[in-house]
């Protein structure tokens, strides 16, 4: 079963920073929390990863709470084409599956 | 990032037939994994495919439904065999390779959008 819990959907006005919550409350000390999102049932896209400390990267920002039992998803100028579902997931790292939970639909509006 | 492609990108079978789907990835893995996402569903693990051994496969999978071979370390193939319409799903695999950043990804091939009739 999937480790995280994330609200089933969200919206966002264009042009807006788009926040996405995850909570992983059971989180061990040695799993990462990545970040997928997948357009209009395509392959997943990877987007971000992180362990403690707060990621930055072209598509978006991660923030780990200190305690690492939650993070949040930026998306920083939500576009048209950022409306997706997003996956919140935690795993040791290397050579193990992706346990997918409901994952967040967000929709962006103009 | 890696190329994988799979093949074919859609189907449309009868039940009782089998599919064999394609993934070929431009670089060398150790480890591919097969998914299945049925309509309006999240992704499932179906099977976990290492080079030169066994895949092991997830509760509710078996091998005979879904054999999986795995000849290389840039190809492996998931049948799925005895079609029923409830097989109707995207299957997808994955690989885990060196992201851009720091550390491993993993990367999703395009799916196989099968429709069984």
């Known amino acids: 079963d999937a480790k995280t819990t994330q609200p089933p959907s969200m919206d966002c006005a264009e042009g807006r920073a788009a926040n996405l919550p995850c909570n992983h409350s059971?989180?061990?000390?040695?799993?990462?929390v990545y970040w997928y999102r997948q357009i209009h049932s395509q392959g997943p896209q990877y987007i971000i990863h992180?362990?403690?400390n707060n990621e930055t990267n072209e598509m978006a920002s991660l923030i780990i709470t200190e305690d690492r039992k939650s993070s949040t998803l930026i998306l920083p100028h939500a576009t048209l084409r950022d409306t997706a579902v997003y996956y919140c997931?935690?795993?040791?790292?290397?050579?193990?599956?992706?346990?997918f939970g409901k994952g967040t639909t967000l929709s962006v509006s103009s | 990032s890696a190329v994988i492609s799979q093949k074919p990108s859609r189907d449309i079978c009868q039940r009782g037939t089998s599919l064999t789907i394609q993934c070929q990835v431009d670089?060398?893995?150790?480890?591919m994994f097969w998914y299945r996402q049925q309509p309006g569903q999240s992704l499932t693990l179906i099977a976990t495919?290492?080079?030169?051994?066994?895949?092991?496969?997830e509760s509710g999978f078996v091998i005979d439904k879904f054999p999986i071979s795995r000849p290389n370390l840039t190809f492996s193939t998931l049948t799925v065999s005895n079609m029923s319409p409830e097989d109707s799903s995207i299957y997808l695999c994955s690989v885990d390779l060196q992201g851009s950043g720091r550390g491993e990804t993993q990367y999703f091939g395009p799916g196989t959008r099968l429709l069984v009739l």
């Open positions: 997931i935690v795993r040791v790292g290397f050579g193990t599956a992706l346990i």
């Open positions: 059971t989180i061990s000390g040695n799993e990462y």
């Open positions: 992180g362990l403690k």
């Open positions: 670089s060398q893995v150790t480890m």
């Open positions: 495919a290492n080079q030169g051994s066994e895949a092991t496969y």
